[in-house]
Antibody, heavy 122, light 106 residues
Framework: EVQLVESGGGLVQPGGSLRLSCAASGFTFSSYAMSWVRQAPGKGLEWVSV????????YYGDSVKGRFTISRDNSENTLYLQMNSLRAEDTAVYYC???????????????WGKGTTVTVSS | IVMTQSPATLSVSPGERATLSCRAS??????LAWYQQKPGQAPRLLIY???TRATGIPARFSGSGSGTEFTLTISSLQSEDFAVYYC?????????FGGGTKVEIK
């Protein structure tokens, strides 16, 4: 069974840092690009970042560019999100998601973890 | 690309048909997915490629459209279908989601 389990969330002060992890199992992790998506309390979904299979290519949403860094360890089947200079508006549930290729060769997110909660507050 | 979903809330009786709309500000071809989210749960993939049901998704869910106009239809609403539905385009960076349509019991 394909499974993604996020961890590392918690309460952090504005300006602080946090590193999220996403442990993958049930599939060949190194063969799939991965994403982070977040959801602020009571709000919709917001894409955060994507990383390629090797980790060589990364993409970020404008709201986190320059502050967040996505990475992966294929030997440990784990995805990471390093979050620096955190702001109150970064408060959200953070989901990791596996990317799958469609027939058009573009990638959708097919499997999602249950999420980890990040709260930025003093 | 801005994704606009309508209506924001849809009140439907069990057994009735529900039609949800999603409009893209620019063409996303058929690179459009639909997700279902229940309170306290992660999103669940329903449809990708605008019209292909994901594994295990019941046939009462169907998607259509291409370019800028898309529709998710639930042919006969079951109690477990009351949830929030999001469309998502994966054709262009940045990846974007619609604001969601909440399907509630009438």
């Amino acid at each position: 069974e394909v499974q993604l389990v996020e961890s590392g969330g918690g309460l952090v002060q504005p300006g602080g840092s946090l590193r999220l992890s996403c442990a993958a199992s049930g599939f060949t992790f190194s063969s799939y690009a991965m994403s982070w998506v977040r959801q602020a309390p009571g709000k919709g979904l917001e894409w955060v970042s994507v990383i390629s299979t090797s980790g060589d290519n990364t993409y970020y949403g404008d709201s986190v560019k320059g502050r967040f860094t996505i990475s992966r360890d294929n030997s440990e089947n784990t995805l990471y999100l390093q979050m620096n200079s955190l702001r109150a508006e970064d408060t959200a549930v953070y989901y990791c998601a596996k990317r799958e290729a469609s027939s058009s060769s573009y990638y959708y997110m097919d499997v999602w973890g249950k999420g980890t909660t990040v709260t930025v507050s003093s | 690309i801005v994704m606009t979903q309508s209506p924001a809330t849809l009140s439907v009786s069990p057994g009735e048909r529900a039609t949800l709309s999603c409009r893209a500000s620019h063409s996303v071809r058929s690179d459009l997915a639909w997700y279902q989210q229940k309170p306290g749960q992660a999103p669940r993939l329903l449809i990708y490629g605008a019209s292909t049901r994901a594994t295990g998704i019941p046939a009462r869910f169907s998607g259509s459209g291409s370019g800028t106009e898309f529709t998710l239809t639930i042919s006969s609403l079951q109690s477990e279908d009351f949830a929030v539905y999001y469309c998502h385009q994966y054709n262009n960076w940045p990846l974007t989601f619609g604001g969601g349509t909440k399907v509630e019991i009438k």
